[in-house]
């Protein structure tokens, strides 16, 4: 079993950064994909970033060359560095871990995600 706390949400202008943090308890962190995802006011929950147990990072489209994932084994925890945030980076945003064999995992299905966070409140205003 897995516990994962997310934190760093808040309020920023456009252009503005942002460091989410996502800390997990229970054994075996180095063994999950983790994931991070977003769900937006009236919109369905979306991928956004994952990085594998070897440190291979995947990202969407819209967030490429503006996120970095990147995990720590010895803290167990991973962090979605956010930088020129837009006014559609506006959501929630999810903690998610996977278990092996990961189907899917690295792009983005939610199925292959084990245990989810409670979420934490990004805001861009424009």
């Known amino acids: 079993q897995v516990q994962l706390i997310e934190s760093g949400g808040g309020l920023v202008q456009a252009g503005g950064s942002l460091t989410l943090s996502c800390a997990a308890s229970?054994?075996?962190?180095?063994?999950?994909?983790m994931g991070w995802f977003r769900q937006a006011p009236g919109k369905e929950r979306e991928f956004v970033s994952a990085v594998s147990v070897t440190g291979t990072t995947y990202y969407v489209d819209d967030v490429k060359g503006r996120f970095t994932i990147s995990r720590d084994n010895a803290w167990n925890t991973v962090s979605l560095q956010m930088n020129s945030l837009k006014p559609e980076d506006t959501a929630v945003y999810y903690c998610?871990?996977?278990?092996?064999?990961?189907?899917?995992?690295?792009?983005?299905?939610?199925?292959?995600?084990?245990?989810w966070g409670q979420g934490t409140q990004v805001t861009v205003s424009s």
């Open positions: 229970g054994r075996s962190f180095s063994n999950y994909c």
């Open positions: 998610a871990a996977a278990e092996y064999p990961f189907l899917g995992a690295y792009s983005g299905n939610e199925n292959a995600y084990n245990y």
